[in-house]
């Protein structure tokens, strides 16, 4: 896998429209694509105007396990926070 291997950078954005590789694995319902770069530090927290989310795209495309993978992120995520807070 090319982002492991090089090094890149998961959360690049294309020129053209600002997406990232998340978004656009979210888009076409990559479910391996997604836990990968997931798994490499991409960020699910962003905000690019008037485009969707990754969470957006997948719901919107129907992408079911797609979803599942980004709320289980999303949650560990909160947890994390949350935890942090405590402290």
């Given at each position: 896998?090319?982002?492991?291997?090089?090094?890149?950078?998961?959360?690049?954005?294309?020129?053209?429209?600002?997406?990232?590789?998340?978004?656009?694995?979210?888009?076409?319902?990559?479910?391996?694509?997604?836990?990968?770069?997931?798994?490499?530090?991409?960020t699910v927290y962003r905000?690019?105007?008037?485009?969707?989310?990754?969470?957006?795209?997948?719901?919107?495309?129907?992408?079911?396990?797609?979803?599942?993978?980004?709320?289980?992120?999303?949650?560990?995520?909160?947890?994390?926070?949350?935890?942090?807070?405590?402290?």
């Amino acid at each position: 896998f090319l982002i492991e291997q090089a090094g890149a950078d998961v959360n690049a954005t294309d020129l053209l429209e600002g997406r990232s590789v998340l978004d656009w694995a979210c888009y076409v319902g990559s479910v391996e694509v997604v836990k990968r770069l997931l798994k490499a530090g991409a960020t699910v927290y962003r905000s690019r105007g008037d485009q969707w989310t990754a969470l957006e795209a997948a719901t919107r495309f129907k992408h079911v396990e797609v979803v599942r993978v980004l709320e289980a992120r999303l949650a560990w995520l909160r947890q994390g926070l949350e935890a942090g807070c405590e402290s």
